[in-house]
């Protein structure tokens, strides 16, 4: 009886031994794949508030520059697309033709000195840049969280429990190709 409970406490002990860093681990990484989730979200939240800002701000520009209407049907088109998009990499690239659109926009707007004289129009470009900033910082933190979650899951023993569970390395936001480029503005049209 006695060699027998030995036997059983010794099992008991090794299966722990086991068990505990891999039940430690997988918490871990399911702890990681939401905080990476509730980041993706936060940048969402932010595009949303930006996307909502838009028609507010094109609206105001309209009555002063009416005949802008290819930057107006730029901006509409990269909102409907951001609207659509469903990866982060089409977000990212939704987002960087909005910003291209909006950054012509903007230059439009230099030819328009009532217009920057707009209590409205300055309320909403002030706006625009808050949450710029923050699209922004929700990207970096986005970033942090998916460089965390993938070198995590990749560490060793983590990268066997990871296989086995089948959590997968998250992509990082990107700017789009291009999105580096200045936007060109012809006032000749």
């Known amino acids: 009886m006695n060699k027998t409970l030995k036997t059983v406490l010794i099992v008991i002990a ?10 430690g681990s997988y ?4 702890s990681l794949d939401q905080k990476v989730k509730r980041a993706e979200s936060n940048i969402d939240t932010q595009l949303q508030r930006r996307s909502d800002l838009i ?3 094109v609206s105001t520009v309209k009555g002063y520059a009416a005949q802008e209407k290819e930057i107006f049907t730029d901006i509409a088109n990269a909102r409907a697309k951001l609207g659509g998009a469903q990866t982060v990499s089409e977000k990212a690239n939704a987002d960087s033709e909005l910003s291209s659109a909006l950054s012509r926009l903007l230059v439009v707007v230099e030819r328009y000195p009532d217009l920057k004289s707009s209590a409205n129009f300055k309320d909403l470009t002030v706006a625009l840049e808050g949450t710029e900033n923050r699209i ?7 970033n942090k969280m998916v460089d965390t979650y993938n070198t995590t899951i990749r ?15 998250k992509d990082y936001y990107k700017a789009a190709e291009g999105a580096k480029d200045v936007p060109k503005v012809d006032f000749t049209k």
Do not use: W
Not at 14 to 21: A, D, K, M, S
Not at 27 to 30: K, R
């Open 14 to 23: 090794v299966i722990l031994v086991i068990t505990v860093p891999i039940i």
């Open 136 to 142: 922004n910082i929700s990207r970096q933190d986005y």
């Open 27 to 30: 918490n871990t990484m399911v």
């Open 55 to 57: 028609p507010n701000l």
């Open 155 to 169: 560490k060793f023993p983590n990268s066997i429990i990871a296989g086995i569970f089948r959590f997968e390395s």
